[in-house]
């Protein structure tokens, strides 16, 4: 994780901005006056939990995240804004160490290689007519729109080399697929195919939202397996994944609590419903580095378990993780009925839901969604949930079967450190198997190593109605505008002459030059910053010698840019052509999601009658509606210009 994302992940940007700024909730963001211009009557500026961001509506019309805000606010330039939120987020700076360009180069490839993957996969999701079987299935499932956007639901085409011919002609070798997992090689015949085909894809991201790999789900009656995902890769290891985390890790503090559910589809519905703390583990266990992740987060977990017991398995094989992970000091906390709450000897407060027999989270949200949020509240600490599982259907005539029963329980009992909490399952235990406490202590455990104790029968079903979702027609194509942000940095910083080149097609065609507002990073916004520095600085110095007076953290930055290779298109008129219809489609991309996010916003204010707000909303609205329209009439100007440079090239013998 990059040092900002690591210090944006522990604080709150609405804890931080009310420290100086008067808001009120208004739906899901926060409203108040603008502390960067005068203003009383009102409320212009926002602060929006769900991103992260803030905006100022009014004179301003300025927003972005927390560094943007303490530098507006404080004057800081970047490095006084890193250093300051570090020390309050308790995020140590280290100092730069030297960068193997070769090895760095190659694994930017490999990620460049799977955000490009995600986005081809994607595509034929949405238009391939191959793909109507996994559009239908998507629709059954009752997904919108905007969820196949947001995760980037893809499919693999029925064929042994469609990917590999695709990325071939990309530029990739097939040492590159194979790095990444989207090829596989059979040894034995030498030879080399795709490794999906015909599936439902599924991007899986890391914690800092870059693909590294793919859940794939055949899309045949009788397909095997069910679920395929990526092999194991420098970018990819299950042990270490939790999926959706990257987008859930925000509202996982906001609720203070992780949901760990089994399945991608579950995830996928959860955040549809607007249940945003939702993750899902990648393998058939939680595993130390995941839990480590989560911690950061949240120290509250609850762990959706499947009615059978292939699941109660498996869970209870995570809780025996959880136990030797989150070994925790001595602390007690009691809930509203004077019960200790935690488990175990856990750092985190660990409990358990059983849903109903047959039916996975999707289920139940797709069909009873209120019925979701009751079952979490439901959950059981780990103790209380294996004596009741283990004794639900017990005998209590059976004196070797209530044996048996005791024989698995007590030692998660004596493996609690603290004392009060330990003898109040004591006595959970001594009620539930009509023994006496002190008997309950007499009682002998076997040697032998004991295999974790698997509850007997499910809970009963619970019934709910079923809410059937339409899904929204597929919406136009998207792109990435991280990887257009960093290729246009890459080539700024090979060449001074481009950002020149760059800004003169720009105002050609009415639009503003590439500022820090077009950049989605803190390090970026600086460093563009400080391109635009340099850029007018006479070429007196070495540009290495010049990037060597930034920071440890622009210096990196710059280090990882510069190790990828240079562009294909060397002519400067040329590369300045692709670059300026780069930035016209990230800024596209941005004012879309915008406008999707004012929409949301909108519709907030609508339900709490808040007409202050609406006002605003509306106004900016029909603002950025005007922006698509003026970004789509200069991107068709600069591509009609660049098609009559082309025949120009042609027409006089010019080379490119």
Partial sequence: MRVTDEIKSRLDIVDLISETVSLRRSGR???????????????????????????????????????????????????????????????????????????????????????????????????????????????????????????????????????????????????????????????????????????????????????????????????????????QTVFFDKSRLLFGLDMARRHIREARQAVI????????????????NVIAQMGTALTEPQLRQLKRYTKTFVLALDADAAGMKATLRSLQVARETLDREVEVKFDAHGLVRHEGRLKADIRIVTLPEGQDPDDIIRQNPEQWPQLVAQAKPVTSYVIDVLTADLDMNDAKGKTAVAQQIIPLIKDISEPVERDHYWQQLARALHIEERTLRLVQIPERRRPSPIPSAPPPPINGKSKPRVMAVPGATPIIPEMRQENF??????????????????????????????????????????????????????????????????????????????????????????????????????????????????????????????????????????????????????????????QDDERYGRKH
């Fill in 261 to 276: 559910v089994e399945g991608y589809m579950d995830v996928l519905q959860a955040w549809q419903a607007g249940f945003r």
């Fill in 489 to 646: 940095l890459r080539q700024c910083l090979r060449n001074r002459q481009i950002l020149r080149l760059v800004d003169t097609r720009l105002q050609s065609c009415g639009e503003s030059l590439v500022g820090e507002a077009d950049f989605d990073r803190p390090e970026d916004k600086a460093l563009i910053r400080q391109i635009r520095q340099l850029a007018a600085t006479p070429a007196v110095a070495a540009d290495g010698e010049l990037w060597d007076s930034l920071d440890d953290v622009l210096h990196e930055r710059v280090d990882t840019l510069l190790a990828l290779p240079p562009s294909p298109e060397n002519e400067p008129e040329r590369l300045a052509d692709t670059l300026v219809l780069s930035v016209l489609d990230w800024r596209l991309v941005q004012v879309k999601k915008e406008i999707d996010a004012i929409k949301q916003h909108y519709r907030d204010a609508q339900a709490a009658h808040d007409q202050d707000v609406l006002e605003t909303y509306q106004h900016t609205l029909q603002e950025l509606l005007l922006v698509v329209l003026r970004l789509n009439k200069a991107r068709d100007a600069m591509s009609a210009s660049g098609r009559r440079r082309s």
């Fill in 29 to 231: 963001s926060y409203a108040g006056f603008c502390p960067f211009h005068p203003n009383s009557r009102t409320p212009a500026f926002f602060v929006f939990p769900e991103t992260q961001t803030w905006r100022c509506f009014g004179a301003c019309a300025e927003g972005g995240d927390v560094f943007s805000f303490v530098m507006k606010q404080n004057g800081w330039d970047f490095k006084e804004a890193l250093q300051n939120l570090a020390k309050r987020a308790g995020v140590e700076l280290e100092p730069r160490k030297p960068v193997d360009k070769k090895k760095k180069a190659r694994q930017e490839k490999l990620a460049d290689l799977l955000a490009a993957a995600s986005d081809y996969f994607h595509q034929l999701f949405l238009h391939a007519p191959q793909a109507a079987a996994a559009r239908e299935y998507i629709q059954k499932r009752g997904l919108t729109e905007q969820t196949i956007e947001t995760f980037q639901i893809g499919f693999a085409l029925n064929s042994w080399d469609a990917c590999r011919s695709h990325f071939n002609g990309q530029g990739y070798t097939d040492e590159d697929l194979l790095g990444v997992g989207l090829l596989t090689e059979n040894p034995d015949k030498g030879t080399r195919y795709d490794r999906f085909r015909n599936r439902l894809l599924i991007p899986i991201r890391d914690v800092d939202g870059r693909t590294v790999g793919f859940g794939a789900r055949t899309l045949e009656k009788d397909g095997l397996p069910k679920y395929l995902n990526s092999p």
